[in-house]
Each structure stands twice: as structure tokens, then as C-alpha cells.
């Protein structure tokens, strides 16, 4: 599997909204309407922020929303806040019990 | 509260064998649909999943590494682990293992183990 295409980085001042893109593949992404998006801070385990493409788990702010169109994923993150800052992933299923993660983007608030 | 932990070794000289613990609490693997993953990133890279096993199920790999992975599970033990034969320092990263809910994500994760190979 090759993995997912994603911007290295996006910025957003306090208070906008931010659209990170997740492209894949007729195979993965547009297959499944099983892509997640994790939240990584420097150092740490990455977060469950979007499951199943657009729902949300209990906890994460309503700021954060996913869709899909297509092979491609998206995240968007509304009213950015200075702790929003951090690197973000997307991974989908690709079938035969496989997975697949985004090279990942860089978020600058 | 749902809990895992990855251990094993720091340091590995390479072509040696890496072997990685993944210890957990707080679920049941027996459930549909909940199995353990394992997920490397280098430092300053990406995330890439390496694999997967559930409960009732043979493991299931990554296609470039399935070669060298083997993914094993102790039940009564609460513990999956993960072998790597013949490593690289390509393999150098932290390893994570995470859990797969019926969610169809991973929502939770160790705090992963950084892995040096050199010699």
C-alpha cells in the first residue's frame, strides 16, 4: 500500500477555519468510508480526533469535522486555537484487514 | 480505563531480531472487532501501520515488511508481541501499539518505545 497524500503543512491564524486534505486511492479511501484522523503533539502518542470519516468521539470539540469526496478525505478544523498546533494524520482501511496512514501535516496556529 | 504499554529493547545492532511487547488493560480481546495494531514512526516522520491482529483472527501485515514481522498474542497474559527479524537502521523509530475498536480507528495508544539499530 502506498500511503495517503497529504499537505506537509497548512497555517491558520487564531479564530479560522483550515482544511487538511487526505487523498488516496479507489482501493482505500474511496472504497471505505473508513478513514480517521489523528492529532500528534511533539512527543506524544497520536489522538483519535474523526472515525468513519465524519464522526466524532466523545471528548474531541466540535471544531473538528471530517468528509470525504471521492479518494479523498478531509479535516477541518474551525476557530483555530494555539493548542490546535500539531501534526495531523490521516489513515483509512485498504482492505484484506490492512490499514494505511497520510505522510502527515504540520499545522502552524 | 483502557491502557496500553509497549517494552523491549532500546538499542538493537543490526540484522539482529527486534522483539517488542505490547502489555494492555481495561479490554477484552474477545470482543468483535477489537484487535491490537502496531504503528512505527521514525524520528521527524511519518506514521506507517506494520500490523494488525484480532482476537479470532491470523495476524495481518504490512506487504513490504510482511517478510520480516511475525505478531503473536498471549491472552492470559494480556500481551501482543511483535517481531522484527533482520533489522536496519532504516528500522530505528518509536513503536506504538494501539488498539482497534469496533470504531473502525485506533483510539487508543501506548505511549510507544523508541528502537535505535546500530551497531
Known amino acids: 500500500q502506498s500511503a495517503l497524500t497529504q499537505p506537509a503543512s497548512v497555517s491558520g491564524s487564531p479564530r479560522q477555519s483550515i482544511t487538511i486534505s487526505c487523498a488516496g486511492t479507489s482501493s482505500d479511501v474511496g472504497s471505505y468510508n473508513l478513514v480517521s484522523w489523528y492529532q500528534q503533539h511533539p512527543g506524544k502518542a497520536p489522538k483519535l480526533m474523526i472515525f468513519?470519516?465524519?464522526k466524532r468521539p466523545s471528548g474531541v470539540s466540535n471544531r473538528f469535522s471530517g468528509a470525504k469526496s471521492g479518494n479523498t478525505a478531509s479535516l477541518t478544523i474551525s476557530g483555530l486555537q494555539a493548542e490546535d498546533e500539531a501534526d495531523y494524520y490521516c489513515?483509512?482501511?485498504?482492505?484484506?484487514?490492512?490499514?494505511?496512514f497520510g505522510g502527515g501535516t504540520k499545522l502552524t496556529v | 480505563q483502557i491502557t496500553l504499554k509497549e517494552s523491549g529493547p532500546t538499542l538493537v545492532k543490526p540484522t539482529q531480531t527486534l522483539t517488542l511487547t505490547c502489555t494492555f488493560s481495561?479490554?477484552?480481546?474477545?470482543?468483535?472487532?477489537?484487535?491490537v495494531g502496531w504503528i512505527r514512526q521514525p524520528p521527524g516522520k511519518a506514521l506507517e501501520w506494520l500490523g494488525l491482529i484480532y482476537w479470532d483472527d491470523a495476524p495481518h501485515y504490512t506487504a513490504s515488511l510482511k517478510s520480516r514481522l511475525t505478531i503473536t498474542r498471549d491472552t492470559s497474559k494480556k500481551q501482543m508481541v511483535l517481531t522484527m527479524t533482520n533489522v536496519d537502521p532504516v528500522d530505528t523509530a518509536t513503536y506504538f501499539c494501539?488498539?482497534?475498536?469496533?470504531?473502525?480507528?485506533?483510539?487508543?495508544w501506548g505511549q510507544g518505545t523508541m528502537v535505535t539499530v546500530s551497531s
Open positions: 481495561g479490554v477484552s480481546l474477545t470482543t468483535t472487532g477489537v484487535g
Open positions: 489513515c483509512s482501511y485498504a482492505g484484506d484487514s490492512s490499514w494505511v
Open positions: 494501539a488498539l482497534l475498536t469496533p470504531e473502525n480507528a485506533f483510539d487508543f
Open positions: 468513519e470519516g465524519s
